[in-house]
């Protein structure tokens, strides 16, 4: 199995909604990222998780929470988010979180709308 | 510093052309390795190959090449005989041995249009 999978696949939420997006891997890797993309521009790396540990945080603003429940699962919790918040979130996640063997393998993305 | 540089935004070719997607890059470290991805319109970004930096070999993949030149940094992307579901966003990025949590350093992205 070498897919990542995300949930949902579409979401819209206000500003005051709390919700979460889910990502899922089952091929043994223990990094694990968070991306924003906006349209026409290049993934924006947010978070990173290696070993179930968050080891990078892109400055991100506290509005994003991840979690690692465990090696094959991430979370993003969203809470208060403001329209410019709006666009494809994407998950990945690779065997090391070093260069070495760091193919990363990415899901399918979450399209995010902020009303 | 690392950065990565696809100077060309947008390609479009027609179907059965040959077409290459340049890269350069940049990097202080000895060790690194460089990746290209292909995101088509349905979002997900799909990985196509990882060059490290003590391979210099140039890769075949069926239609797909790559020519990795240390020497002028560069990591160029040739489709030979393009199809329309060569239609997407190719994005290079490099990544470094010691950088902390294997961070990749994507370029800006070339957006390829294959007309019938």
């Known amino acids: 199995d070498t897919e990542v999978t995300q949930t949902p696949k579409h979401l819209v939420m206000g500003m005051t909604n709390k919700k979460s997006l889910k990502c899922e891997q089952h091929?043994?890797?223990?990094?694990m990222y968070w991306y924003k993309q906006k349209a026409k521009k290049p993934p924006e790396l947010m978070f990173v998780?290696?070993?179930?540990?968050?080891?990078i945080n892109e400055s991100v603003p506290s509005r994003f929470s991840p979690e690692c429940p465990n090696s094959s699962l991430l979370n993003l919790h969203l809470h208060a988010l403001q329209p410019e918040d709006s666009a494809l979130y994407l998950c990945?996640?690779?065997?090391?979180?070093?260069?070495?063997?760091?193919?990363?393998?990415f899901g399918p993305g979450t399209r995010l709308t902020v009303l | 510093a690392q950065k990565v540089t696809q100077a060309q935004t947008e390609i479009s070719v027609v179907e059965k052309e040959d077409v290459t997607l340049d890269c350069v890059y940049e990097?202080?470290?000895?060790?690194?390795?460089l990746f290209w991805y292909k995101q088509p319109p349905s979002g997900e970004l799909v990985f196509l190959i990882r060059r490290n930096s003590f391979d210099e070999q140039n890769e075949i993949s069926g239609r797909y090449s790559w020519n990795f030149q240390k020497s002028t940094s560069s990591f160029n992307f040739t489709i030979t005989a393009s199809q329309v579901v060569d239609s997407a966003v190719y994005f290079c990025?490099?990544?470094?041995?010691?950088?902390?949590?294997?961070?990749?350093?994507f370029g800006q992205g070339t957006e390829l249009s294959v007309k019938p």
């Open positions: 990025a490099l990544s470094e041995l010691y950088n902390q949590g294997g961070k990749l350093i």
């Open positions: 091929m043994g890797h223990r990094a």
């Open positions: 990097t202080r470290d000895t060790t690194y390795y």
């Open positions: 998780y290696s070993y179930e540990k968050l080891s």
């Open positions: 990945a996640s690779s065997q090391e979180g070093r260069g070495e063997g760091n193919e990363q393998f």
